[in-house]
């Protein structure tokens, strides 16, 4: 099944990529300006995906994730629209060179061609991936959810509609079931067909994917982030950046889990952090040391295990470690992280830039929130997903992450010799 | 085994990776000069690997990869100096954006830090690849070929001796033992403690990998390239073209192997192309159409097959195809084709436009030979493999491909709103 989907898939990317930038623009306003008109009778439609699957069970949080109210729905508009705003992420030159033999050698940025989307609950993924690809002419086989089921269909009919309305082939957008398990499976081994699959979700799907995946992948997600208060940090600094990191969105990949502090500040900014976390109702996991000075502060926390160490809480919980140096913030940040985002806070410049040289991941924060680690924040205007992988894509990926290169070689009649 | 060669490998890519620009050179001119100083030595080592193999019944086209002679040696040197000659791949800032809360970032280019090479018979890649691998400030992870144990182990203890009289770490090069066969299975599963596995070979080798791996990998080299000569191709450039794709390098993953001729140059195109190959002593394979053609010429060529069209012949034979129109031949291309480099011949510079926005492969060329997607050829200087996927790299790989990213985010204390 998934091969013909793919197949059909390809055909419309190619017409798809002969098309104008203009045209692309066309069909996303559109789109949102579909979504717009079909507000409430996606609410309504999500709603009973949302009924069905309280009656199942889901927990409030998963619940959260998967309802669509009018505002949502709103801001799913507001985003397709702004992806429209942004440049065409096709042509560009990337490298041009005319050799002394006189070939013209361009590198430029095409589609991968086909892109196959594995995600979870929330189904403004739809959308979001659904016009990032086809900004950058990609066809997309959407994999959600099966607990979005109703949703899903609706948003990608939506889409469906206004791309024939539109003139183009409606293939460009298609959704593979998931009442049928075997769907992701199909995908993932859909080598040849299927050009790349990028899973969004928990870990474990990402790990399935990588374990059983043909195809090419980009791994996303996955964020135990650490922020190390240096010997010389400044408290005004770090607190601020210690709550924003922890409390302002603790579900997200970006937020803080462990936090790593010189042991020199000991008897002033470690207490400062435990009071404030416990202000922010943050449960703490502390290892022995720091769990003496909570108790004398008369804090209840946990004593930490390596088990929290590279646990990706998702929630209102951090470990908090006293450490000799930075060389021991770095050892442990290699050990439990990864490699998504990490964070200093200090005064030294040089032991800011140590641990920048030191520190292996997508991002290095000197002095601000890990929660910048963000394609709308990092000037990307959109975001189909942030790469956990040094492949391709390392960090927030937006449009151009979605292109591959071809290189266009024109004489006139050279050969090798 | 390769988790501890691979710990090892990650500390001295740390170590490497502070060092500078100009040190690396250093060394890489010191292997060189190593190299050459050891010439007769290398020579006679590698005698013994072709000795042995020759009396296990090697075939004399894998004898000959096996070989170095000492003109060979000296073109490894002589490589290595020349890797040495390119500009720093570390430390490119790709983006560079202040945001207006003041934020600084940066995009820059790191290493990888450790990356395997998985190889066949050819002793030359142990260095070619080691080098690059250390330019680019990567460990290497080489495991060559059981066949050339004898040279790649006298290759690997010479570079990780100069390595040691530099004053670094001798870990940036191990070679992972050929005898057993599970530690190339060992490396492929090695995920987080590998960055990166290349393998470079046969099709089935990549085959493997791709289907083994649980580490990242860049699949490289199969090759079913293809030559179409247009309706308005030009004979005077088409010929020495296709005879240049076929004939110079028959071994090379750029080579072309399949001839596709639009069918109004029936009568003149064809026929020029099927006596110019027999010149060449080359070995054809053809359509119903063309067969009965080569047959009044006198040329004595087989029944193409599905099997011709999608193998990679490595040798001098080749398949001939009559088409339609150019649609026809990239329906053909796109069935069989593997994505490596494809050429169009014409002087009709629409159809050589619509040729390359229909072509989903690394290269195009129009009115050139296929022989030059090369590394060297396209001015990187040094290869170490030609990508044959989408992700990450596509063609020749140089220096930079060697290289992932990492944002760094400059603050002074902001957090997200």
């Known amino acids: 099944m998934i091969k013909e989907m793919a197949t059909k898939a390809r055909i419309a990317s190619r017409e798809l990529a002969s098309t104008s930038y ?12 579909s979504i717009e008109s079909n507000l409430l009778e996606i609410v309504k439609t999500n ?4 009924a069905r699957e309280r009656g199942l069970g889901m927990n409030e949080s998963l619940l959260d994730r998967l309802t669509l109210d009018e505002s949502r729905v709103r801001a799913i508009a507001a985003a397709t629209r702004k992806v ?3 440049s065409d992420p096709l042509g560009i030159v990337k490298i041009s060179r005319k050799l002394e033999n006189g070939l013209e050698l361009k590198q ?3 589609p991968f061609g086909v892109v196959g989307m594995i995600y979870e609950a929330r189904p403004n993924v739809t959308v979001d991936a659904a016009v990032i690809l086809l900004m950058s002419a990609n066809a997309a086989l959407l994999r959600g959810s099966s607990s979005a089921r109703l949703t899903n269909s609706y948003l990608v009919d939506l889409m469906r509609k206004v791309i024939a309305e539109q003139g183009l082939n409606q293939d460009l957008i298609q959704l593979v079931p998931s009442e049928d398990r075997d769907s992701a499976l199909e995908l993932l081994k859909a080598r040849g067909a299927v050009d790349l699959v990028i899973p969004r979700g928990s870990a474990a799907l990402i790990r399935t994917v990588v374990d059983e995946a043909l195809v090419p992948t980009i791994e996303t997600g996955a964020g135990v982030c650490h922020i190390y208060f240096d010997a010389k940090a400044d408290s005004e600094k770090a607190i601020p950046i210690l709550l924003n990191a922890k409390t302002q969105r603790p579900s997200v990949c970006n937020a803080v889990e462990t936090l790593l502090i010189h042991r020199s500040r000991k008897a002033d900014l470690l207490p400062l952090a435990l009071l404030q976390l416990q202000a922010n109702k943050v449960r703490m996991n502390c290892d022995e040391e720091c769990l003496a000075i909570a108790k004398t502060l008369g804090i209840d926390a946990n004593l930490a295990t390596n088990l929290n160490f590279q646990t990706e809480y998702g929630s209102l919980e951090i470990n908090i470690v006293l450490v000799d140096d930075l060389d021991s913030a770095v050892e442990h940040i290699d050990h439990f992280g990864t490699k998504h985002t990490e964070a200093i806070i200090t005064e030294d410049s040089d032991e800011a830039k140590r641990f920048v040289s030191m520190i292996d991941a997508a991002a290095v924060m000197i002095n601000a929130s890990t929660r910048f680690t963000d394609g709308e924040e990092m000037g990307f205007g959109a975001e189909i997903g942030i790469s956990n992988q040094k492949l391709h894509a390392r960090g ?3 449009l151009e992450a979605m292109t591959t290169t071809t290189w266009i070689v024109s004489g006139n009649g050279q050969v090798r010799s």
């Not at 203009?22 to 300006?33: D, N, T, W, Y």
């Not at 709603?47 to 949302?50: F, N, Q, R, T």
């Open 22 to 33: 203009h045209k692309r623009q066309e069909v996303l306003l559109a789109i949102a300006k």
């Open 108 to 110: 430029v940025t095409v």
């Open 47 to 50: 709603s009973e995906d949302v």
């Open 396 to 398: 927030p990926m937006g």
């Open 84 to 86: 429209a705003t942004l």
